[in-house]
């Protein structure tokens, strides 16, 4: 596999229209998954909509750097937000902006970093942040990305 040294805002919104075209196909899992706060099995949906107006934003910036893009990507999802999964993700969206404003690209140091943030907005975000969810799965993300930006 090729070593990358750094993302470009081109390639942030790739990664993340790639991610979101899986998600496509596992949202009906997910939903079946869904059992916090309700039992309503809509999480992947919400998931997928959300994504859906955050990569549509994406391929409208102006602003192809890492920076703009992101912005791009925080605001389609404060926009986009369904149910309270897609209003968490618009949290993280939010923190993964504010650490990489003014970056026109990324390394692996700041991805993790951001990634970082990112679970730190969204657990701020909430007035009870429930562990088993997906405050858990970008805190554990967070957390694995920063032991890998460490180890070089």
Known sequence: MKKVDSVTGQELREMFFAATTWLEKSAPDIDALNVFPVPDGD???????????????????PDHSASGVTQAMARGALMGAR?????????????LAQSMEEKE?????????????????AYKGLSNPVEGTILTVTREAAAAGQAQASSG
């Open 105 to 121: 690209s990324l390394t692996g140091t700041d991805f993790a970093g951001a990634f970082q943030q990112a679970s730190v907005m």
């Open 43 to 61: 999480t992947g949906t919400n998931m997928l909509l959300t994504m859906r107006s955050t990569m549509e934003e994406a391929y409208r910036a």
């Open 83 to 95: 149910g309270n999964s897609g209003v968490i993700l618009s949290q993280i969206w939010r923190g």
